[in-house]
């Protein structure tokens, strides 16, 4: 696609749902980042793939957070049994092998609201 | 570990005039990269300029411009004629060359375009 695009737009979940975030990368784009963006804070890392492997999960904030790439396209952001302090933007971004942050492409994100 | 300090919660400046917004950051790297992007409403991360730590020259794209400054550890982001549709909250952010490509971002500005 000529974007990165990110499912759904908004989501709004009880405390204790699961959810599900989709991301849908630039095609071609083999690297992947999800980043977290409390209400009037600044992005902050969760995990990293290249292609379908995850290289890097450190910034997940506790195990109720996963996130897949199974084939190396489309990643899915899963958050089980939700919390208020999950509510959040979370942005997803791509960018081709070897630019890394350099040539990063960011979707408009998911805002989750947790109730 | 890295921080990135934007110190200006909110500015506000005329259209035509010119801003400066402030970032610091602390690292013990040597190479590394560093990025203002523009975040408006519709949530989507825009890239506003970049610049490589090895290189003495600041980065200038079309009206903005930053002023690297590497042994104090700033990077500033000027706007000049500034024009309504720059109103946005702007970020900025970090990654050391070693890391590959997480992003450390600052708090942000809301910076506001006044006609």
């Known amino acids: 696609g000529a974007g990165v695009s990110q499912s759904p737009r908004y989501k709004v979940a009880k405390r204790g749902q699961d959810v599900a975030l989709r991301c849908d990368p630039i095609s071609g784009h083999v690297s992947l980042f999800w980043y977290q963006q409390a209400l009037g804070q600044g992005p902050e890392f969760l995990t990293y793939?290249?292609?379908?492997?995850?290289?890097?999960k450190s910034g997940l904030p506790s195990d109720r957070f996963f996130a897949e790439r199974p084939e190396g396209s489309v990643s899915t952001l899963k958050i089980q049994r939700t919390q208020q302090e999950d509510s959040a933007v979370y942005l997803c971004?791509?960018?081709?092998?070897?630019?890394?942050?350099?040539?990063?492409?960011f979707g408009s994100g998911t805002r989750l609201t947790v109730v | 570990a890295q921080t990135v300090t934007q110190s200006q919660p909110e500015m506000s400046v005329q259209e035509a005039e010119t801003v400066t917004l402030s970032c610091t950051y602390d690292t013990s790297e040597n190479n590394y990269y560093l990025f203002w992007y523009k975040q408006p409403p519709s949530r989507q991360m825009i890239l506003v300029i970049r610049?490589?730590?090895?290189?003495?020259q600041n980065a200038t794209e079309n009206r903005f411009s930053v002023n690297f400054q590497k042994a104090a550890k700033s990077f500033s982001l000027k706007i000049s004629d500034s024009q309504l549709g720059d109103t946005a909250m702007y970020f900025c952010a970090f990654t050391p060359l070693a890391s590959g490509s997480r992003l450390t971002f600052g708090e942000g500005t809301q910076l506001t375009v006044n006609p």
């Open positions: 610049q490589e730590a090895y290189k003495q």
């Open positions: 793939f290249q292609n379908e492997a995850q290289l890097d």
């Open positions: 971004a791509s960018s081709l092998v070897g630019q890394g942050a350099f040539g990063y492409t």
